[in-house]
């Protein structure tokens, strides 16, 4: 399997928390400092594949997470999103919950994660 997200792949530099389960891995390209994502260890192709003790894993290392990230980057708010499928931007087909951090003085600030989403230009035509 050539799954970026399933080990050897993974980076071990990149993985910053983990349980048993589950890693925390930094995406030190991230336009936001400090955003990542917690994966399961285990390869599932999306969310809807986690198995119950994964699910409570990745909310489990959320909290770590957060304490984390709090620490060491002060941000004041947080996005956290799946993507499912092609058509949802899923482009690594190996669950992943993002993590990002957001700050008071990004541009963006104030705008979640489904504004693009809420866009007329989005409209759907039937």
């Given at each position: ?43 599932r ?22 304490a ?59």
């Open positions: 399997m050539n799954c970026p997200f399933c080990p050897p792949k993974v980076n071990d530099n990149a993985i910053l928390l983990e349980n048993d389960l589950s890693l925390f891995i930094d995406l030190k390209h991230s336009i936001l400092q400090g955003s990542g994502i917690i994966v399961p260890k285990a390869h192709e999306s969310t809807f594949d986690l198995t119950t003790e994964e699910i409570i894993s990745t909310f489990s290392l959320l909290t770590e997470v957060k984390l990230l709090d620490t060491k980057y002060d941000p004041q708010g947080y996005n956290l999103g799946w993507n499912c499928g092609v058509v949802a931007g899923q482009t690594v087909f190996h669950a992943h919950l993002h993590v990002i951090p957001r700050y008071a003085s990004e541009p963006n600030a104030g705008k979640g994660i489904r504004y693009w989403l809420k866009q007329e230009s989005n409209r759907r035509s039937i």
